[in-house]
């Protein structure tokens, strides 16, 4: 069994800051990509930033200069430093793990919820 536990959502005003965490447990061989996403309703999940088992990254447009990813890879961990958040970041976010069990496959967190308002 594997998951993905996320923590560190909640409410903050706009142009502050938020730390997310995500850590898989259970048994697995090796992690390859993992990543954020985030969703609004009554729109599909959007990819937020990547990062792969070697550090390389990658950010969607909105959040280039905002956003940084990074992974404890020691610690199975994945991270997102959110700063200057805006209304617009509002959303439930989700971790993702490209996981190796047998093969490689995609596992998801339960989500976290971000609201930016004032």
């Known amino acids: 069994q594997v998951q993905l536990v996320e923590s560190g959502g909640g409410l903050v005003q706009p142009g502050g800051s938020l730390r997310l965490s995500c850590v898989a447990s259970g048994s697995f061989v090796a992690i390859s990509n993992m990543g954020w996403y985030r969703q609004v309703p009554g729109k599909s999940r959007e990819r937020v930033a990547s990062a792969t088992h070697a550090g390389a990254t990658n950010y969607a447009d909105s959040v280039k200069g905002r956003f940084t990813i990074s992974r404890d890879n020691a610690k199975n961990t994945v991270y997102l430093q959110m700063n200057s958040l805006k209304p617009e970041d509002t959303a439930v976010y989700y971790c993702?793990?490209?996981?190796?069990?047998?093969?490689?496959?995609?596992?998801w967190g339960q989500g976290t919820q971000v609201t930016v308002s004032s």
């Open positions: 993702h793990a490209n996981i190796m069990r047998t093969t490689y496959d995609s596992y």
